[in-house]
């Protein structure tokens, strides 16, 4: 529905707006650079929304190339293992669920792996 630009099915869910208002970048200049700051600082407990990304209403904005991910794929991290984005450029939906929490390095390596393994398998 996201991808979709609030439509699913034919109908509509959420307007347009709303869809980018949530999917693009909405922090200020100085917001931004303290998120920076923080990401450079926190590479092992964040390796996708802070290293690349920044922030929309309620999820992770990738707003540079930093690896294989798009520009503009949105989505979030979740501490108890779990990883879910989509990648409006590519129409593609990826989610990894773990019974591992995100308090140790491997377990975000993992996330980590399966991005960039998912994104080697797509084809430009």
Known sequence: MLLNHGM???ERILS???VELMTTNRLTHGQQ????VLARDNVHISFGQGQHGSWGFG????????????VGQFGWDGGSGTSTYADPSRQ??????????????DSIRAMHDFWTTLYQAVSD
């Open 92 to 105: 593609l939906t990826g989610i990894l669920l773990t019974q591992v929490g995100a308090s140790v390095p």
């Open 33 to 36: 650079a303290a998120r920076d």
């Open 59 to 70: 999820m992770a904005v990738r707003t540079y190339r930093g690896d294989y991910a798009s």
């Open 8 to 10: 699913h099915g034919g």
């Open 16 to 18: 347009r707006p709303a």
